[in-house]
């Protein structure tokens, strides 16, 4: 598993205008629909299914990572997807350490891709317990070099 396989430059949002956990949730999975990676059909189900897997307890990982990494399963995705954000200010997600963040992976599949999902959430969380990696990334100047920095990381495996 590797960023490429689930994440695409056109699906990197380098600023998020999002200061609330739902406006962020909301604003990131509008990207799948903006870009026709999913129907736009979908999209009250999909939003339900990941404000509801957020009900059952807050996807910020905490521990100083500034990480938070929304994810569902949907029977109208196809495949592992992903959205990267950030949000230079942060944003209050209850995660574990109080503090706020400012890094998001939203990923969804459907059940059928249990496996890559679950391995897709362990690369990220994996990868970002790196403190250089993710101050490049809340460094970079725009998505295109947020997307050079995850093609880097991947080459590193």
């Known amino acids: 598993m590797q960023f490429k396989d689930f994440i695409a430059t056109e ?3 380098a600023n998020l205008s999002a200061s609330t956990k739902s406006e962020a949730i909301t604003e990131l999975a509008e990207v799948f629909f903006t870009r026709n990676v999913l129907s736009m059909d979908l999209r009250e189900g999909v939003l339900s299914a990941l404000f509801h897997r957020e009900e059952l307890g807050a996807t910020a990982v905490g521990q100083g990572l500034e990480l938070a990494i929304p994810h569902a399963k949907h029977p109208g995705v196809r495949g592992l ?4 954000g950030r949000s230079l200010e942060g944003i209050d997600w209850g995660a574990p350490d109080g503090e706020p963040v400012r890094l998001f992976f939203l990923l969804l599949s459907n059940r059928e891709c249990a496996d890559r999902h679950l391995e897709a959430l362990a690369y990220i ?13 809340l460094k970079a100047a725009n998505a295109g070099q947020i997307a050079d920095f995850l093609e880097d990381s991947d080459n590193e495996d």
Do not use: A, H
Request: glycine fraction near 4%; aromatic fraction near 16%; proline fraction near 0%.
């Open 11 to 13: 699906r990197i949002i």
């Open 81 to 84: 997807v992903g959205v990267f």
């Open 125 to 137: 969380s994996r990868k970002f317990r790196d403190k250089d990696f993710r101050n490049l990334l």
